[in-house]
């Protein structure tokens, strides 16, 4: 912790007591430190207090909050360094990619701090002399997320900026795992006089625990989850008896897809980026690659080689590109998978080297067919399973076969097909020529079972505003 150079970001931090959580780095297994948990009375006294605090922010002109987020949005990058070598002890991403996600994170703030002032209405052409119609937006009141240890920052900012940029309040869950980061982003936020009442962030022993009451609480009215999508559906079905507003970014299972015209060089790359960020655990990860039976071994040739080149370890030292696996049973997990895999007749390019602790090797595995249970799993790590297509038909039927629909990727250099894939696709992005598509003037979001709303891009606010329809009637 030497390294912090401002340490009111650690002033979250205490001494461990039964009431604390203990935070692992997961590169050594060794105790960061320990943060204060928060009980069910002090989780509803903070929604109380949240509610009243949302009253008198959402009078503040949207000036003024976009004024609040633009501060908070410099001290982010400010503080760029110390929160990314925060969220490299606790979450294990390389320093380099922990520091671009502290920009990716701040990206959202400065964003909506823009999109503050242009939550605009409309005025409806009215069907009869007597009446006009116009619309307006107001927020939806105090709303809460539960967010995860991938991202520990952009998943928080993503939320909590359109949430306090459209005058509502905001209480967020972090992980267990990383709620380091969700302290000090927060407390960067009250230095930027966003109010502690207004922007809350609590932990508990008991997360399913805080989840029930998030989802009970009659004045808390929406709930903004990123995660799996078999927790997703639980928090929908609690949500329900209220009928709060959701928004949901769930899982993935993003093919990867190379045309026989693509420029392949340029695929593998693609791949090299969109596989490997994070270790594999983003939810928008490639996890399933088809690639024409033509160009087959020359992909699995060169992104073997490509592979290769990437060096595995602690995200602290130099030219690290994949660090640790959030946790022991994450990393058991993946490699029952490619046991299942390799049992069914997949076969590694390589030795499956026996790296000690939560790190992992990637895996490259070839022979895989699409009827293999592989193709059907979130891995959520650095395994890239390649399976041969024939025709675009069969491809699209492949592709679109799983319950997730929230990224795809593919590479062509034919126009004519790229419109057609693109369209094809049951997906809620894609990536064309690309292997990563995040950005915050973006909608994110999924369809089928990846998801409901889209965080960035303009559309993100509408998710903390309600639209009211306004009848003037009586006209003379
Ligand atoms: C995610 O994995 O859910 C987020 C990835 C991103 O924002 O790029």
Not at 60 to 85: C, M, S, T
Not at 429 to 437: D, L, R
């Amino acid at each position: 912790m030497q390294q912090i150079q401002n340490k009111t970001l650690l002033s979250f931090m205490v001494p461990p007591s039964k009431d604390t959580l203990t935070v692992i780095n997961p590169a050594t297994t060794e105790v960061i430190g320990y943060v204060a948990t928060s009980s069910e009375s002090e989780i509803l006294s903070y929604i109380e207090q949240s509610h009243s605090a949302q009253q008198e922010w959402a009078q503040l002109p949207a000036k003024v909050r976009a004024k609040r987020l633009q501060h908070w949005f410099q001290l982010l990058i400010e503080n760029k360094d110390d929160l990314g070598y925060l969220m490299t002890l606790e979450q294990g991403k390389p320093l380099e990619e922990a520091k671009g996600e502290v920009v990716y994170g701040a990206s959202f703030v400065e964003w909506f701090a823009e999109e503050a002032k242009r939550t605009y209405g409309e005025s409806i052409p009215s069907p009869s002399g007597d009446k006009r119609f116009i619309t307006i937006k107001q927020p939806v009141g105090v709303t809460c997320a539960i967010t995860p240890w991938n991202f520990p920052n952009a998943m928080i900012t993503r939320k909590a900026a359109p949430a306090l940029a459209a005058g509502c309040s905001f209480i967020v869950k972090p992980s267990e795992h990383t709620p380091l980061s969700a302290f000090a982003i927060a407390e960067l936020a009250y230095q930027a006089e966003i109010p502690r009442e207004l922007l809350r962030v609590v932990v508990g022993k008991d997360p399913i625990e805080i989840g029930r009451i998030f989802t009970s609480h009659p004045l808390i009215r929406k709930l903004s989850f990123t995660g799996s999508t078999q927790v997703g559906r639980t928090l929908m079905q609690q949500s329900a008896n209220d009928v709060k507003r959701t928004s949901m970014e769930l899982g993935g299972n993003a093919p990867f897809i190379v045309f026989e015209d693509a420029d392949i060089d340029a695929a593998v790359q693609g791949a090299i980026a969109s596989k490997f960020r994070n270790a594999g655990q983003t939810c928008v990860c490639a996890n399933r690659f088809y690639i024409h039976h033509s160009i087959y071994e020359k992909f699995a040739t060169k992104f073997q080689q490509a592979t290769e080149r990437l060096t595995v370890g602690n995200g602290l030292d130099q030219g690290i590109n994949i660090g640790p696996l959030i946790t022991p049973s994450a990393k058991e997990n993946i490699l029952s998978i490619v046991e299942q895999a390799i049992a069914q007749g997949a076969e590694p390019t390589a030795p499956i080297s026996p790296r000690p602790g939560q790190f992992l090797d990637p895996i490259i595995l070839k022979n895989v067919t699409h009827d293999m249970d592989i193709t059907q799993l979130e891995i959520f790590g650095p395994v890239a399973p390649l399976i041969k297509f024939d025709t675009d038909e069969e491809l699209i039927r492949m592709a679109n076969d799983t319950i997730y629909g929230l990224a795809a990727y593919f590479y062509s250099q034919n126009i004519n097909r790229v419109w057609k894939i693109s369209e094809a696709l049951e997906y809620g992005m894609v990536g064309i020529n690309e292997g990563v598509i995040s950005s915050e003037v973006a909608p994110f979001g999924g369809i089928k079972q990846s998801g409901i709303g889209r965080e960035g891009a303009k559309q993100g606010i509408d998710e903390y505003l309600e639209l009211k329809y306004l009848c003037f009637g009586g006209l003379q």
